[in-house]
Every structure is written in C-alpha cells, then in structure tokens.
C-alpha cells in the first residue's frame, strides 16, 4: 500500500447597498481569509496538545481565539454564508453540498466579500476550494469578484492526482493545470501563496481568501508528516493528524512569506473551520456531540481565531457567540469600510473583538432545511444559552474520542448517499424520526441533558423564533445531476460552460 493510499429558481430582490470608507486605519489593513476544510473542535493544537501545530498556535494565542464560533454542518452551506453573509436556507444551499454534476452555484444576485473589498480598492486573491457552484463561468470565483483564483471547483479530490472521480479539477484563473498532477496539494497552495504575495505592491490592500484544501478527506499525507505521531495507534488517525501538521506548515509559509514581503505587521489573520471533524474519516470534535452533518456542537462549533493589526495581542478566549454570517460584516469593518444591507443575517463582532466587549450576537439558527425527510423537521435554533432541535439531528450523534474507529460503512465521498443512509439509521432507532431536544450549553455544552419536557416555556419561546425564521426560508435549490456536466465532454476535467 503506497502512502497515497493511506490516505436557482425564484424572485430577485432589489437591494440597496453602500460602500463607504469609515476612516477606522490610515491606510487598510491587508486581510487573510483562512478557511481549513473538515478541522473539528479536537484537531487542531490551541484545543489538543497531541496536535503538532506550532505555526497556528501561536496565531491562536497570540490574536484572539473565537471559543463560540459557528458555522453549518457541511461545506458548502457554510462558505455561502462566508461569502454572503446570509443564512444558507434564504439562499437555497441549505440542504447538502454542491454535487459536481448539479446546474446550480451561488446566487448570482448576491454581492460577495470579494467584490465589496475590490470595489474599495482591495487587490483580491483565493488560493484553494471554491465549492459554490461551477457550471457556468459567471459562478466562479473569477467572475465572482477574484482578481486571481488557483485550486479547484468540486467538493472533494485527490492531493495528488487531483481527481474527483473521474474529473481532473485544478484551475488557474480559466486554465487547467495539467501539471499540477503528482504534487501533494498543500505544497502547491504554499508555493501559490508565496508567488501572489510575492508579487504584491505592498500600498495595495490585499484580501487572501485561502479556503485549503485539508484536511478533508481522502487520507493522505507524505510519510514524514506521518512519521510525526508515532504515538497514534489508529492508522486513520495518525495519517490524519499528518494532514493537520501539513496544514499548519502551509500556514508558516503563509506567514514568512508575509514577513519577507514587510506586510505581517499590517495583516490580519481570520481562520475558521468550514464544519465540525468527519468522524468516519478519523476527523475529531471530543467532547463536544457529534460532528460534520449533524446540528450538535460537534458538527458547528469549530476553531476559530482572529491575529493582527488592530487584534488585542494574547488576549486568550472571546466567548461571544458568533456565526458563519457575522464573517463577511466583520471583515467588511475590520477593513475600515461600512457596509449596510437590510437584508443581510449577519452582524460585525470587529468592535467586539477589538475591545473584548459583548457580541452583538445573542440568536443564531443552525438550520432549516426543508429537503431532508421534512417530516422529521430537521431544524435548529440558539437564543441566548438554550439550544432547540427538532427533528433528527444528523448521522453522528454520540461522543467520540480521538482513535475511536469508525466500524459502518462509509459514506460515499460525493455525500450522494446520505439521505438513504438518514432512513437507514431512522430505521434503526425510529424515535429519531420525532426527536425533541433542548440543551442549556452554558450548563450542558456537551449536551447530555435533555430538558425538552422540562422547560416548555423556554420550549415555546425557541419554537417562535424558529417559526419567525421558517417564514424568511426559501425551498432548496437542489437539482438532479446534469449529465451535460460529464467530464468526459470537457477533456476530461471538471469545467465550466454546460449550463
């Protein structure tokens, strides 16, 4: 076995928005973006000291840790609310990823961080995973408000062949990147991130979006970063936590390459997970409940970190709550601009974080989707400290510790398989199907308890909200696969122009 074995439909609505600069800096900060794919609650070494880490560490603790913030179940749920600032179920993204064959990407009539920083002068960049639809070049993120895009469309590929399935998928601007073949992909994201800031005018503002690749499956890691935890017993585990140390030597790259250039000092550094571990793919969230897929903590509440200019240094744990929404105002200010839309769910921290105060955040929904078995509800709310479930609550429902090994079948990489493995698991344990939950996480943040029949005033309270929130939901925009996408019609990649 070779160690790479191991391894939209609907209204548009007219929104009335304005960029304005507010004088917070003399000049704008430069802004790195990081989104780390996969990364639970356990994975990482500011919350697990068998993590090797060093690079992000010292970001973590010398910036601002983010203890309570959160982000959806899954993928591209979760970088529609990055890039948007609107909850995924306004947007019709809230049931599932993005499926390589589906006719479907963001809304287009949605403005992007990106472009709003480029409209206020900001040179803009990604470097990684796009995820948000593809099928035609306006869905891109070339045409999405990036100056420059390296990486690739799809939900999931090989670190070294870059292959999903049978698509080769690595895109630089609208070019494939035949040779990008053979190389592990975090040495090419480090070699991309010292080349665009290499050649950056330092008096230009700068937005590094930098959505990595890792550590999302397939398990796969050059053996010296495997060779690192001796310690781990669980193959899967161990090559796993390889992934973490080539993340995180990405982010030493990222970092001298800012120093070498003059422009750390005037960098800020936002870093989130896009969802909660993978618990079939040894992904960690101990111990917290559940993971990736799910409502519980596990699956939502992710590491987290703010480091730079304007960040009160070592500052240790905020504990404001915060959601993927509140990304996209808070950078917006942190970069000295105001941003109003009406419409929007989310809400800027940067004066929260600068002056360690309160969040403006007291609500924020997990979830509504109206696609997955909607007889058992599968929604979830927090207000305040209370947490409301309704309806199942994701595969991975328990408590799993580091090593624990997955022993039922995998789910299929593209995720194609999981409503029948949702019926599957209702099948077996049928009171899932009529779960009612209700945690107090200030008492309970491991959500042992279960006071649904014990609070019903709080009960009703949380049901209101979640009924108030049902009502600004749209259905999901999720289509059948489109065969016109088959790679095989477009020389054998993952491209642009069939829909």
């Known amino acids: 076995m070779s160690w790479k074995d191991w391894k939209l439909s609907g209204h548009v609505v007219l929104v009335l928005l304005f960029f304005t600069s507010i004088g917070t800096w003399a000049k704008p900060p430069h802004i790195v973006f990081m989104v780390a794919d996969d990364l639970g609650w356990n994975d990482i070494g500011f919350n697990n000291p068998d993590i090797i880490s060093p690079n992000i560490n010292q970001l973590a603790q010398s910036g601002l840790i983010l203890n309570h913030s959160y982000v959806q179940p899954m993928c591209s749920p979760s970088r529609s609310a990055f890039m948007t600032g609107w909850y995924p179920f306004r947007l019709g993204t809230q049931h599932n990823v993005i499926f390589s064959q589906q006719n479907v990407c963001l809304p287009l009539d949605k403005t992007l961080l990106p472009q709003v920083l480029k409209q206020n002068g900001y040179k803009t960049h990604a470097i990684g995973k796009w995820h948000l639809g593809f099928c035609k070049w306006e869905c891109t993120p070339t045409y999405r408000g990036f100056d420059t895009f390296q990486g690739y469309y799809t939900s999931r590929e090989d670190y070294y062949t870059k292959k999903n399935h049978v698509g080769f998928d690595f895109h630089k601007n609208k070019d494939v990147v035949w040779e990008a073949n053979g190389t592990y992909s975090s040495y ?32 796969e890691v050059p053996e010296h970063y495997y060779n690192l935890y001796p310690n781990v017993k669980t193959k899967g585990r161990r090559i796993f936590s390889g992934m973490v140390t080539a993340l995180d030597d990405a982010v030493g790259h990222l970092v001298n390459s800012l120093k070498m250039k003059g422009m750390y000092n005037d960098t800020l550094i936002f870093f989130t997970a896009d969802n909660g571990g993978w618990i079939p793919y040894h992904g960690n969230n101990f111990p917290l409940r559940g993971g990736k897929i799910s409502l519980w903590e596990g699956g939502t509440r992710v590491p987290a970190f703010v480091h730079g200019k304007g960040v009160p240094q070592g500052s240790g744990r905020f504990d404001g709550l915060m959601h993927a929404v509140d990304w996209f105002p808070t950078i917006v200010e942190a970069a000295g601009l105001k941003y109003e839309d009406p419409n929007r769910d989310g809400v800027s921290l940067w004066k929260s974080i600068t002056h360690l105060s309160a969040s403006p955040r007291t609500e924020m929904v997990y979830n509504l989707d109206n696609r997955s078995l909607p007889e058992n509800g599968h929604a979830a709310i927090r207000v305040g400290d209370m947490k409301l479930v309704i309806g199942f ?6 408590w799993y510790k580091p090593e624990q090994v997955w022993t039922e079948p995998l789910p299929k990489p593209d995720y194609s398989d999981l409503d029948d493995l949702i019926k599957q698991e209702i099948g077996k344990k049928p009171d899932w199907k009529i779960f009612r939950g209700l945690f107090d996480l200030a008492a309970d943040p491991y959500e042992h308890q279960n006071l649904y029949w014990q609070k019903p005033d709080v009960v009703a309270k949380l049901k209101g909200r979640l009924q108030y929130h049902y009502s600004r939901m749209i259905p999901a925009n999720y289509p059948p696969a489109d065969p016109a996408s088959d790679p095989k019609k477009w020389n054998g990649t993952w491209s642009p122009g069939w829909c």
């Open 393 to 398: 609550p994701g595969l991975f429902n328990d």
């Open 188 to 219: 090419l994201y480090s070699a991309a991130l010292e080349k665009v800031i290499g050649e950056h005018d330092p008096n230009d503002p700068l937005f590094l979006y930098f959505p990595i690749q890792s550590v999302h499956e397939p398990l």
